[in-house]
């Protein structure tokens, strides 16, 4: 089978980049797995393994400018530059993994089977996040009316501003999702939110995420070389934005009571305002930040952390950051919102914090931090649930089922 996946950045900046790197790897040990990849951008480093690598120039096109004829023109050229590399490979399956170029979506669902990754919520969202302008609250309307009358994109309109350029495309692109022959949602929270939005039953697979697993003595042996029992040791890991919640987390530490440090593996947009708070909260003796780190020096970080925290107050599609914590045996404090409570069992691998309490998420950091042996009893509870439920085999033999199924779904549809 020949997989022609499709990105908009080809690097690891996020968990979505992430995992498609570690399922690229994936089906290449399958020698009956051929994987060709159409990007933005190379990675800094250009990856390994057995897969032919297209770049298209305009394949993640935003209207920046006023010029539509401009717009259209780069689109039309992606759509061009796809259609060479559909011609050229012949692709069995296409899989798009992070994209909202319409062009290039209206060219994939065309002749050839097509499945797309829901990752978070713009395939129905204005805004991305699908949290509210006005208060910053998770927003519970469909995408409709509502997006005008709540505030999220009328005075956008008005000034004919970026999101206001965007609201054009990204609802043409909302309508072509709405014919792709599978999404795959990860959680029970995103296939809801789908459902909820317009998306056919029929339309949608289920798929959990995966990470990488490791020998437990090994991350045991890790754990004791890296972690500092005399340091209550803290991590955050992830983008330096809203939705991520390290805000409400600056806010929920300078709540403990015990001595602690916390580690900040971030960066990004929010940065500013993340140091500025740390100032504010006169916490800078107590938080390092250690800025984007690859995956192999987060692992040691991991090692090094009594407690990991996921302080997200967005629709988590899945959160990959719980589950490669859990995989090196460590507890998780975490707000209850989105996919995480598919993955995060309340007592048994951390603690769930009601979405935005902040006292509530200081209590419960608080608890596993006074607590070694009950955090250590969680961490390895986590390091099994992981092993059971979120492995490379049944990630693969799911992906696999939904190429097929929507190789067959094309058939139908085309008879």
């Avoid at 014919?179 to 809801?192: F, G, T």
């Avoid at 009571?257 to 990004?268: E, R, S, W």
């Avoid at 404090?333 to 006292?359: M, Q, S």
């Avoid at 033999?397 to 939904?402: D, E, H, P, V």
Wanted: glycine content about 6%; overall charge neutral; aromatic content about 10%.
């Amino acid at each position: 089978m020949k997989i022609l996946h499709i990105c908009d950045h080809y690097r690891p900046i996020g968990g979505a980049e992430k995992l498609l790197f570690d399922t690229l790897e994936a089906l290449e040990n399958n020698p009956n797995i051929e994987n060709v990849i159409a990007m933005h951008d190379y990675p800094e480093n250009k990856t390994t393994g057995a897969r032919k690598e297209y770049i298209i120039n305009d394949l993640d096109i935003q209207p920046i400018s006023w010029n539509l004829i401009d717009y259209l023109i780069r689109g039309i050229k992606s759509k061009k530059s796809l259609r060479s590399i559909i011609e050229t490979e012949k692709p069995d399956v296409i899989h798009i993994h992070n994209l909202q170029n319409p062009f290039i979506i209206s060219e994939s669902i065309r002749k050839t089977p097509t499945v797309r990754s829901v990752h978070d919520p713009r395939l129905y969202c204005f805004n991305n996040w699908r949290i509210l302008r006005k208060d910053k609250k998770i927003c519970p309307y469909p995408l409709g009316i509502r997006c005008v009358t709540e505030g999220c994109l009328w005075s956008e309109l008005l000034r004919f501003s970026f999101e206001g350029r965007c609201a054009i495309p990204k609802y043409f692109s909302y309508l072509l999702h709405r014919k792709i022959d599978k999404l795959i949602v990860e959680s029970e929270a995103m296939n809801a939110c789908v459902l909820q939005n317009g998306y056919k039953k029929e339309q949608i697979a289920f798929l959990p995420n995966f990470t990488k697993t490791f020998n437990f003595d090994d991350v045991m042996h890790r754990s004791e070389k890296y972690g500092n029992p005399e340091e209550n040791s803290i991590l955050f890991v992830g983008r330096a934005s809203f939705e991520k919640g390290i805000d409400y987390l600056l806010e929920a530490v300078a709540r403990i009571n015990i001595p602690f440090k916390l580690y900040l593996v971030t960066g990004g947009p929010a940065m500013p305002e993340v140091y500025s708070k740390i100032q504010q909260l006169s916490l800078s003796a107590k938080v390092e930040v250690l800025g984007i780190l690859p995956y192999e020096k987060t692992r040691d970080c991991y090692a090094m952390a009594d407690v990991v925290v996921v302080p997200s107050v967005w629709i988590e599609s899945f959160c990959l950051v719980g589950i490669e914590a859990m995989a090196n045996a460590k507890p998780i404090v975490a707000f209850h919102t989105g996919g995480i409570p598919d993955w995060l069992i309340d007592g048994k691998t951390g603690y769930l914090a009601e979405c935005r309490n902040i006292e509530d998420l200081a209590h419960k950091i608080e608890a596993i931090l006074q607590d070694r042996i009950k955090a250590k009893e969680m961490g390895i509870n986590g390091y099994w649930r992981v092993h059971e439920k979120y492995n490379i085999e049944t990630y693969l033999a799911g992906i696999m089922s939904i190429y097929i199924n929507a190789i067959e779904h094309k058939k139908q549809k085309d008879t």
